[in-house]
Nanobody, 117 residues
Framework: VQLQASGGGLVQAGGSLRLSCAAS????????MGWYRQAPGKRRELVAA???????HYADSVKGRFTISRDNAKNTVYLQMNSLKPEDTAVYYC????????????WGQGTLVTVSS
């Protein structure tokens, strides 16, 4: 499966962005989809994930501000990001865990989110 991330950009602190991850095939049976991010000089971290059953998981740093969702009809996963902070600045990647193994084996290209103070 190929993943195409989009929606990044420059936003002021307190603003919002919505990232989209379009898949090349049906995501209905993909066990988990996730959004990761990597800031300069830091390790890649899992920001949010959603299972095929709709269960969600968030990093503590984004709880209450970010919302992950999936539209199976459009083969797309979204990350709504509100109340953005400068520390959210990073390249954001979407990823797919086809079998629910906990290992994300398909990755999209990154989309850059820059939050200015």
């Amino acid at each position: 499966v190929q993943l195409q991330a989009s929606g990044g950009g420059l936003v002021q602190a307190g603003g919002s962005l919505r990232l989209s991850c379009a898949a090349s095939k049906s995501i209905f049976s993909i066990r988990a989809m996730g959004w990761y991010r990597q800031a300069p000089g830091k390790r890649r971290e899992l920001v949010a994930a959603i299972t095929s059953g709709g269960s969600t998981h968030y990093a503590d740093s984004v709880k209450g501000r970010f919302t992950i969702s999936r539209d199976n009809a459009k083969n797309t996963v979204y990350l709504q990001m509100n109340s953005l902070k400068p520390e959210d600045t990073a390249v954001y990647y979407c990823a797919a865990d086809l079998l629910g193994s906990g290992f994300y084996d398909y990755w999209g290209q990154g989309t850059l989110v820059t939050v200015s103070s």
